[in-house]
């Protein structure tokens, strides 16, 4: 299974697309620039150079979403629409993970501060706009913080909130996520649970500015074992 991070040449693609391939995942690393991919991918390499890993290459987002079998968009919420019509047409039936969150620093406001969509979040907006793909849109990654993700030495402390509609396509990016050191998954239930988890983000970057770390996560207690 081939998975493209599609901006992964930003901190949060760059982050999640080391630990995929630290757990001997295969991943295309997405730019809109292919030379730029390129070189992630070779920091990759290079930080993962003592690990047993899985391979890595960088493309462009068009290329690396038509090679993937499940995509992970990792942008920010202005190139969130450019982005994802750039590589409708090569998505078709795939899962299509969005990590994208719309927070006011990307309008000139604050990194704590959620701002609203009309269609209620971030992974909303993507269905819509790969609704005639038949893409299968997941929201996950949303409460993991970059600093996490790029510390490997370091299990992550910290649950992913998973929300969709598709069970078996949830189940798959479960047991995806869950092959990274630390990491819980929890069903947050339909794809408009996206609305709260995205929301959660910005608060747990004001925690992470208030206590002064990066390392803020979330952990759900009390929930039964799988
Ligand atoms: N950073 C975190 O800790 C964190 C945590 C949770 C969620 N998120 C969410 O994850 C997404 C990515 O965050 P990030 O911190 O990685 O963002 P970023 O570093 O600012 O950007 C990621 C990549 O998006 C592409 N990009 C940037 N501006 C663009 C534009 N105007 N048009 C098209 N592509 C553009 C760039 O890739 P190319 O230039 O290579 O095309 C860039 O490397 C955001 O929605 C953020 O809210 C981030």
């Known amino acids: 299974m081939k998975i493209a991070v599609l901006g992964g040449t930003g901190d949060q693609g760059l ?3 080391l630990r995929f391939v630290q757990v001997g995942e295969d991943v295309i690393i997405g730019s809109r620039k292919a030379e730029k991919a390129e070189n992630a991918a070779i920091k990759i390499e290079e930080l993962l150079k003592n690990e047993k890993v899985g391979t890595v290459e960088g493309l462009s987002n ?4 038509a090679k993937a079998d499940i995509c992970i968009l990792t942008v920010p919420i202005l190139a ?9 047409e090569f998505v078709k039936d795939k899962i299509f993970i969005d990590a994208t969150v719309p927070l006011q620093s990307n309008i000139g406001g604050t990194p704590f501060t ?9 992974a909303e907006r993507t269905a819509s706009i790969l609704k005639c ?11 993991i913080s970059s600093s996490s993700l790029i510390r490997i030495e370091k ?6 909130l998973v929300a969709g509609d598709d069970k078996e396509a949830k189940k798959i990016v479960f047991d995806l996520i869950e092959k990274i050191p630390g990491v819980k998954c929890v069903d947050a239930g339909p794809l408009e649970q996206a609305r709260t988890v995205e929301r959660i983000t910005s608060l747990l970057i004001g925690l992470n500015i208030r ?16």
Do not use: M
């Open 15 to 17: 982050g999640i697309a």
């Open 62 to 65: 068009v290329d690396a979403a």
């Open 80 to 88: 969130q629409k450019p982005t994802l019509d750039s590589v409708k």
């Open 114 to 122: 959620y701002f609203s969509l009309w269609e209620g979040s971030a």
């Open 133 to 143: 793909s038949g893409a299968n849109v997941i929201s996950a990654f949303n409460n």
């Open 155 to 160: 299990e992550i402390d910290c649950d992913c």
């Open 211 to 226: 206590y002064k770390t990066h390392y803020g996560g979330l952990r759900i207690t009390g929930l039964p074992e799988k």
